[in-house]
């Protein structure tokens, strides 16, 4: 078992990486050059939520696809940080929290400026007046501007560095993103996603182990 002890800011995690929690395929492209000269680097995505209006959704439910680095140019620099099975988040569950979502430690080191964060879908379920069963619920699926594919990006450009470790947290801001049609003719999806980029800089630890959960004790 390895473990990697990383520094960020306020919390301490303790997670288990399993496959659904862990970067799928490697990267693509180069943004520094010389792989085997500038070596690879560890970086991890976190997602958590600013919350919407509870008393209007019952579940904002994001089904991520792919999400991936890019240097400043859009044709070359573009690593793979997540490729596999589509995921399911309900937003309005994170609003308390950050959760792990992938790690990928074979990210060429060099400068990145943005993430593609790509949607499959968005399913709003509406509140109703019997929040016991969620089976009658009425859901929406607003149009996913750029086909699904949200480019975000940093306040500022950032390094990988070899056999460092970045994280990067993507704060969904659901309740700024969500917009009601005039007339409640159902909604729009304008993203509002705010990237806060880690480093060690942070005096608190997030611990990775790395096994198999071979019981669970109920």
Known sequence: MTRHILKISGFLFFTVIMSALTGCGGGS???????????????????????????LFLSINAYIQKIELMGSDDDSGRVSLYSGDIQKFDLLRLRNE??????????????????????ADLELVLAD???????????FHP?????????????DCFNVVADEVLTIQLD????????????????????????????????????????????VDS
């Open 129 to 139: 007046d019997t929040p016991q069963d969620a089976t009658d619920n009425e859901t």
């Open 29 to 55: 492209g180069d943004p520094s050059g010389d792989n085997s000269a500038q070596g690879t680097g560890t970086v991890g995505i976190l997602l958590t939520d600013k919350p919407a209006d509870p008393s």
């Open 172 to 215: 969904i801001d659901a309740g700024n993103s969500i917009h009601v049609i005039d007339n409640n003719q159902g909604f729009n999806f304008r993203p509002v996603v705010f990237v806060d980029v880690i480093n060690q800089a942070f005096d608190s630890k997030l611990v990775r182990i790395e096994g198999e959960i071979t019981e």
């Open 98 to 119: 950050s959760i792990p979502f992938s790690f990928n430690d074979n990210v060429p080191a060099g400068e990145y400026c943005k993430i593609r964060l790509t949607l």
């Open 143 to 155: 149009r996913l501007p750029g086909n699904g594919k949200l480019d975000l990006i940093a306040r």
